[in-house]
């Protein structure tokens, strides 16, 4: 998918500078004893809705979801584009049940906001959450590929397939997949 919004975007950080900015931020939540949390975010049949309605719609409705997602960020959150309809919210010194609480009210905002959007099917949000363990043994990057694996594995796996978020188990047969030691992130 071209990405869509690159000029509408220009406010959030891209895919290069989150993995500078998580690097950082994973360095001070280590260093004071604090923890990191992480969203991974992606629209729910985004794909549907840029076939059915053209690149200008998707665009503007990239657009509306990148305003409406930053208007609700916590203070001393950040917002990243990865691409496409692919967003991660970096939650400093935000533990697994705020993030979580976080992911449900962007949820929800998400929601209401494309309940009447003309399309095949209604644009919702699908969100994984993690947060960083007790200790010092975790990088940035399991924490971001925890989180994307949670939302991954929730839109995938679990019914309903979309507007959900997930911050739970994952099976074991998934570990693999991403930089992650199952006996270093409780309920993995």
């Not at 990239?62 to 692919?86: F, I, K, N, V, Y």
């Not at 929601?111 to 940035?140: H, I, K, M, N, R």
């Amino acid at each position: 998918m071209p990405n869509l919004i690159a000029d509408q975007l220009n406010g959030l950080m891209d895919r290069q500078a989150l993995q500078t900015l998580m690097e950082q931020a994973a360095a001070a939540a280590r260093a004071g004893g604090q923890s990191l949390a992480v969203l991974t975010l992606d629209l729910d049949h985004f794909k549907a809705y840029l076939e059915d309605q053209g690149h200008a719609q998707a665009q503007t409705v990239l657009t509306r979801a990148a305003t409406l997602l930053s208007s609700l960020q916590p203070a001393g959150a950040s917002l990243a584009h990865l691409g496409g309809d692919e967003f991660v919210m970096l939650l400093p010194a935000t533990d697994l049940a705020a993030a979580v609480a976080t992911a449900e009210t962007l949820r929800l905002a998400v929601e209401a906001e494309f309940a009447t959007l003309a399309g095949p099917t209604p644009l919702t949000v699908t969100l994984g959450a993690a947060a960083s363990p007790p200790g010092s043994d975790w990088t940035a990057r399991s924490l971001l590929a925890l989180a994307d694996a949670r939302m991954t594995f929730g839109k995938k796996r679990l019914l309903p397939h979309h507007n959900r978020v997930w911050s739970g188990t994952l099976p074991s047969d998934w570990y693999p997949r991403f930089d992650v030691q199952a006996e270093v992130w409780p309920s993995l």
